[in-house]
């Protein structure tokens, strides 16, 4: 299986003594980054809705990233970003054996870097998926990366001989996989929260249940999709009568 997540927008700038692979899309994040870097501090801060310290440093970070850059100013993704999603995958925990796993059936989307394999050197930055950054491919990312993200899924998914995929990604990312273009059978998971009064979706929460879910797939070496069933992170369970074939969904009582 191959199995997808979201960046996350806070970084992880610590060094890695880990040998980095070379982005796939990197001519993409350099023309990206240059589009961006034409932009005035005030049209950055609207763009991505940004405070003034933000915007300056976003900026500042589209000013110096190197077409070609050195290892120093590179980390690796999945180590590099460090949101919710993060928490749950806790890549630097992985093994080397496990890592290489991941390295071949993880993937992250990225606004700057369409897909990301978890050990692609990547430069600081924040460019998420939803920007409306204009570029003579479009008005949005959606529009400038196309069909470009399911094509890369689709050959990653015969390089390991899979045709499923699990979304573990947000919505506002997934949602720039062109559907009418993706081969694989796409199975998202969702991760709800039991007050007692019914399960609910709380965003913190099934964030990090998505990297879980990630960080579970790897561990397990899952290859069928019924696998991922028993799920049992956190204390999440799955629930049939809740699921349908390609949205199981998994409850746990409300954190306390």
């Known amino acids: 299986m191959l199995v997808v997540i979201s960046p996350a927008k806070r970084l992880d700038w610590e ?13 993409d994040a350099i023309r990206l980054t240059k589009t961006a870097r034409n932009l005035t501090l005030g049209k950055l801060k609207d763009l991505m809705h940004l405070s003034d310290d933000l915007a300056k440093l976003n900026r500042d970070r589209f000013k ?26 806790e890549a630097q925990t992985l093994d080397s054996d496990e890592m290489a796993w991941a390295q071949e059936h993880l993937r992250i989307l990225s606004g700057l870097y369409g897909v990301l394999r978890p050990l692609d050197a990547i430069q600081p930055y924040r460019l ?24 890369a899924l689709n050959m990653q998914g015969a390089s390991v001989g899979t045709e499923t995929l699990i979304n573990c990604a947000s919505q506002e990312y997934f949602g720039a996989v062109a559907m009418k273009s993706l081969k694989l ?11 007692g009064q019914g399960p609910k979706i709380v965003s913190f929460f099934a964030k990090k249940a998505r990297g879980a879910m990630a960080r579970f797939v790897v561990q397990n070496r899952l290859t069928h999709p019924d696998d991922i069933l028993g799920f049992e992170t956190g204390g999440y369970a799955y629930q049939p009568d809740l699921s349908t074939e390609d949205k199981p969904v998994f409850v746990r009582p409300y954190p306390t």
């Open 128 to 151: 998420e998926m939803g920007s409306r950054l204009k570029t003579r491919r479009g008005t949005n990312l959606y529009e400038y990366w196309g069909d470009d993200l399911s094509k």
């Open 64 to 89: 110096a990233f190197e077409d070609a850059p050195s290892v120093d100013v590179t980390r690796p993704a999945a180590l590099a970003f460090a949101g919710d999603t993060y928490q749950g995958l």
């Open 185 to 195: 059978r796409v199975i998202t998971p969702a991760f709800m929260e039991d007050k």
């Open 15 to 27: 060094e890695r003594d880990v040998a980095m692979t070379a982005p796939d899309f990197q001519d």
